[in-house]
């Protein structure tokens, strides 16, 4: 089962709309990581925050986390048409190993 | 230097066949995860090599699939008796360190067809 999960499954913006995902998930972690994958291949990594930070913020990214509702929102201000990808969230799941597991990511669309 | 790398990149293969993919870490990466992706779906958790420890299989679907890593290091997954359910793209990853606190390296994946 997933620990994880994002919403919306999908979301279409125009270029320089800012993209809002959520992340939910269901057990205690250590940290909550989001990735970005282009055309269905590696992902690569955006940002890691940790359960005792509430927001970090990377470039364009600005992450969230709230561990009270056991949840974390990734926004992309000033969108491009290169952010077009699949954004995932992944946590640690403290009671099944340790070891990372992902959401079934938010599809976005930047259009020009 | 060198990031994850996977081959091979493409594999198609007929039902009943075996098939092994291959991962080579980041050198100095003590922890590889496999990872299963059906086409626009989530990444699937199959397996997680953590240095010395005894892997965590507990994402294997079936007994058709195995993993090991030699040396600390390459790892192989292999699929026996191939069907057409086990179609998806096969991405391995590797970390410095174990509970999740560094970020993953992902490769480009094997992208396996069974006809």
């Known amino acids: 089962s997933q620990q994880g999960e994002e919403d919306p499954q999908a979301l279409s913006i125009q270029e320089g709309e800012n993209a809002t995902m959520n992340c939910s998930y269901k057990?205690?972690?250590?940290?909550l990581q989001w990735y970005r994958q282009n055309s269905g291949r590696g992902l690569v990594h955006l940002i890691l925050?940790?359960?005792?930070?509430r927001e970090k913020h990377s470039g364009r990214l600005r992450v969230t986390l709230d561990t009270s509702k056991k949840s974390s929102s990734l926004l992309i201000t000033a969108s491009r048409a290169a952010d077009t990808a699949s954004y995932f969230c992944?946590?640690?799941?403290?009671?099944?190993?340790?070891?990372?597991?992902f959401g079934g990511g938010t599809r976005v669309l930047v259009k020009p | 230097g060198a990031g994850v790398s996977q081959s091979p990149s493409n594999k198609v293969t007929e039902k009943g066949k075996d098939v092994e993919l291959r991962c080579d870490p980041i050198?100095?990466?003590?922890?590889l995860y496999w990872y299963r992706q059906s086409l626009g779906q989530g990444l699937e958790f199959l397996i997680y090599?953590?240095?010395?420890?005894?892997?965590?299989k507990s994402g294997l679907p079936s007994d058709r699939f195995s993993a090991e890593r030699t040396g600390g290091s390459v790892s192989t997954l292999t699929i026996q008796r191939t069907q057409q359910e086990d179609s998806a793209v096969y991405l391995c990853?590797?970390?410095?360190?174990?509970?999740?606190?560094?970020?993953?390296?992902f490769g480009n994946g094997t992208r396996l067809t069974v006809t």
């Open positions: 090599f953590q240095g010395n420890s005894a892997p965590d």
């Open positions: 925050i940790r359960s005792n930070e």
């Open positions: 992944a946590t640690v799941w403290l009671t099944a190993g340790n070891k990372l597991t």
């Open positions: 057990t205690s972690i250590n940290n």
């Open positions: 050198s100095g990466h003590t922890a």
């Open positions: 990853a590797s970390s410095l360190g174990d509970r999740g606190v560094s970020p993953l390296h």
